[in-house]
């Protein structure tokens, strides 16, 4: 299951890490959020292994949503080594999120 993260938490654990890395930009009053929640954490428990995945919450969040550019959500933002690889917007199927991870390998 993907942890919901903090600022502080995303530069520790995104940013300044190594391997890759799974981000859902998302809002608790977003109804396509809420619909990618469940997909995500199927994705996440599934790759568990394969990469670090976490949820940031733009209202707790607002620096890091930011940083990023992250105007719509959910937005998925794939990392690798701290650097954005690959973005996605809008709600997706299980497929097209891991087809995007298989792809940083």
């Known amino acids: 299951m993907a942890k919901v993260i903090n600022g502080s938490e995303?530069?520790?654990?995104?940013?300044?890490?190594?391997?890759?890395?799974?981000?859902?930009?998302?809002?608790?009053?977003c109804g396509p959020?809420?619909?990618?929640?469940?997909?995500?954490?199927?994705?996440?428990?599934?790759?568990?292994?394969?990469a670090y995945f976490a949820k940031v919450d733009i209202d707790q969040a607002m620096e890091v949503a930011q940083e990023y550019g992250v105007n719509t959500v959910p937005t998925v933002i794939f990392f690798k080594d701290g650097v954005e690889v690959s973005r996605e917007i809008g709600f997706m199927p299980k497929e097209k999120i891991e087809a995007n991870l298989n792809a940083m390998k």
Do not use: S
């Open 10 to 29: 995303f530069v520790q654990n995104v940013k300044e890490a190594k391997g890759l890395a799974v981000v859902d930009f998302f809002a608790t009053w």
């Open 33 to 50: 959020c809420n619909m990618l929640g469940p997909v995500f954490a199927d994705v996440a428990e599934a790759n568990k292994d394969a």
